[in-house]
């Protein structure tokens, strides 16, 4: 049987600590639910004392979230203690996260203190603590620099004070891998009553090696890790919780599992990164949007005949449709052919290599090649048979007017004209298609690619639509970025199911 490892979400405390990420009281509690439906045991929904919005929050996010336990982070004192105690009132489990830095540099500059007093402030904290909760906290804070023997001194005493888990953070991200895990293992054979509480992990990726700090401290005890959302956090981020999930799921064989849906992983990073206004890297492990993608021809060749060959896992298992084929000028014969099978076109080996020999001639030029222009060079037209064509389009916009569009609709060869007013160009463009398509239609994701070389250059599009329970992608590309959008939003018109 696995060992079970809680998972610790501190997205709302240290994520949000980011400058610019900052979420009102109404997004952190979309995000806490999201959690929620992940999958994760301990939410850390704020630092209350810190101000009346975190303050708030703690006590909303309470009172919406069902299952996963509350924390509310505080520094060793009183006040701290009382204002969390009171945040967490409405929350069905509760916790509070209380601490105090240990390493000499914190103590002797930060606090102008000795060891043996922040002993003592330690087990005061955690004992006053304890008359609010059952479930308290404590971090050593920059245990990654404090030293082994002084640190099993302060866990065996916190432990005896009552703290049911004991957080060891690697506060600057300093630690090596193999340094991190000493320490943990250290403390799981010197502390006194160890078994009375959970060792938690907290790392910190300045050197980017918080994910290998936090499965070292895995094997070798730490039964909870500290994580974020696509590793968001102070300076360059936490730990990564997908990538924690996503390890463990992939090596089976270390008998460590973990409460999350991975399935939830892609669209709750979306929404993270969304309401926060952090873009993803598009390389970052699991959630990033070439993490499943190959552009060599090898390993194109390789992913077609069977995943496996680069890929250990199946995107599915990260909430994400497919992995993605991009056509590069590396890229060989066999994934030009299935790009084109999968847009319904099959040609002989002889137009086959004709048109691969186009191919790599307009790859050298382009960064990219896109579905339409494999259809061009393949013969075909992604309109043609479409039934919904656009025939033209006129906007009005600006500063301190209404934004109008009017256009025409090309309709099985039936022209259909309306106009409209919306809120913005795009907004006005689509509710006039939507006066001539009368269908009910949710527009649920809306993507413009960014433009890399000029203001001339093509503005790509990508729209997903609901409708009728299914969801249809469009994808619409122009100079003009408002006719893209309405290229893009009738191209998912003309694939509803009939």
């Known amino acids: 049987m696995s060992e079970r490892l809680f998972i610790f979400d501190t997205t709302l405390r ?154 060891i953070p690697d506060t600057t991200g300093y630690c090596l891998p193999d340094e991190y895990g000493e320490k943990i293992k250290y403390l799981m054979e010197h502390v006194d009553g160890i078994d009375k509480a959970i060792i938690s992990t907290h790392c910190h990726n300045d050197l980017g090696m918080a994910t290998a700090n936090t499965i070292s401290g895995v094997l070798n005890g730490a039964r909870q890790v500290e994580v974020t959302v696509n590793g968001i956090g102070e300076r360059a981020g936490n730990t990564s919780l997908e990538e924690v999930a996503m390890i463990l799921r992939c090596h089976r064989h270390l008998n460590i599992d973990t409460n999350i849906n991975t399935q939830k992983i892609y669209p709750t990073s979306r929404m993270v990164s969304s309401l926060m206004n952090m873009p993803v890297q598009p390389n970052k492990a699991i959630v990033g949007r070439n993490a499943f993608a190959h552009s060599s021809g090898i390993h194109q ?35 030009l052919k299935h790009r084109l099978h999968v847009l319904g076109v099959e040609m002989t080996q002889e137009k086959l290599d004709k048109v691969y020999e186009d191919f790599l001639k307009l790859a050298d030029k382009k960064k990219d090649v896109t579905d339409d222009d494999i259809l061009v060079l393949a013969g075909a037209d992604r309109n043609v048979n479409h039934h919904i064509k656009l025939e033209y389009l006129q906007v009005t916009s600006g500063v301190g007017v209404r934004s109008v569009a009017s256009l025409g609709l090309n309709i099985s060869g039936e022209s259909f004209e309306a106009a409209a007013t919306g ?26 690619q960014a433009i ?32 893209a959008s309405v290229e893009a939003y009738i191209d998912c018109i003309n694939k509803f199911r009939k």
């Open 14 to 167: 240290d994520g949000e600590q980011v400058p610019g990420c900052q979420l009102n009281t109404v997004e952190k509690i979309q995000v806490a639910k999201q959690l929620e439906a992940l999958g994760v045991d301990v939410i850390e929904a704020g630092f209350p004392i810190s101000s009346p919005g975190d303050f708030n929050s703690v006590i909303e996010i309470s009172k919406a979230v069902t299952w996963p336990t509350i924390c509310a982070l505080t520094r060793a004192v009183e006040k701290d203690i009382d204002v969390a105690a009171e945040a967490l009132k409405f929350a069905k489990h509760k916790r509070i996260h209380t601490g105090i830095g240990t390493s000499d540099p914190h103590i002797k500059y930060k606090f102008n203190s000795t060891r043996e007093e922040i002993i003592e402030r330690a087990v005061k904290a955690v004992k006053y603590a304890r008359r609010y909760v059952d479930d308290v906290e404590f971090y050593a804070e920059d245990a990654g620099r404090t030293e082994n023997e002084y640190l099993a001194r302060v866990v065996e005493a916190v432990i005896k004070a009552g703290a049911t888990v004991v957080n």
């Open 301 to 335: 060749d390789g992913v077609l005949k069977n995943a496996q060959t680069y890929e250990i896992m199946d995107p599915k298992d990260v909430g994400i449709d497919d992995n993605a084929i991009v056509l590069t000028a590396r890229s060989g014969r066999a994934a």
């Open 423 to 448: 809120n913005g160009p795009v907004d006005a463009a689509i509710k006039a298609v939507k006066q001539i398509i009368r269908r009910q239609m949710t527009l649920k994701e809306f993507t413009i």
């Open 452 to 483: 890399s070389k000029g203001s001339d250059d093509v503005g790509k599009v990508h729209m997903q639509v609901e409708y009728d329970g299914q969801m249809y992608y469009g994808f619409g590309a122009n100079t003009d970025i408002i006719a």
